[in-house]
């Protein structure tokens, strides 16, 4: 019961705030609740406004990093394949296996941003609010753990390629 009042009261004073823009004299400002799409608002005006805001901007901020990790890719297969020539030695067998973990990183976090992708919903638990928040947090993490993936995969691709 105490779950039902809570929720009433949440719902009451949510509409009292998104429909006071425009009947208090405020007509200059945007009215929230019209400015809504795709059950967001432009500018975050609730926890799951914010929440899907800060995975945009992760997934955004990663994206744009991802032409330099397919480059490093294709630089690291050539550079595997030009060393897979040369006669055996420490040096050689030294920097296969710093290629090879380094490919192995640079794939990872290209793997994990497409799948990432191809996961996310936005428009999961529309319905339930609690849900969709728990939702949109659980995807904030992920994405974060992907960007992670990529920052880190980039940093180690300018380190092992200066070799």
């Not at 007509?27 to 799951?48: C, N, Q, W």
């Not at 901020?61 to 032409?67: D, R, S, V």
Request: proline fraction near 2%; aromatic fraction near 8%.
């Amino acid at each position: 019961m105490k779950q039902y009042f809570f929720y009433v009261a949440m719902v009451l004073t949510v509409a009292a705030c998104n429909g006071g823009d425009k009947h208090e004299g405020h007509e200059g400002h945007e009215d929230h609740a019209a400015a809504r799409k795709d059950g967001f608002s432009e500018k975050p005006v609730t926890l799951e406004d914010s929440l899907y805001k800060q995975v945009i901007a992760g997934h955004d901020e990663a994206m744009a990093k991802m032409g330099k990790i397919r480059g490093f890719q294709s630089t690291v297969k050539d550079k595997l394949d030009s060393l897979k020539k040369l006669p055996s030695g420490k040096l050689k067998e030294g920097l296969l296996a710093d290629y090879k973990l380094l490919a192995a990183q640079l794939d990872t976090a290209y793997v994990g941003m497409n799948n990432w992708m191809e996961h996310f919903n936005p428009d999961s638990a529309k319905e339930d609010a609690t849900k969709r928040i728990e939702y949109l947090q659980s995807e904030l993490g992920k994405v974060s753990k992907v960007k992670e993936a990529i920052v880190s995969g980039l940093a180690t691709a300018d380190s092992v390629l200066k070799k």
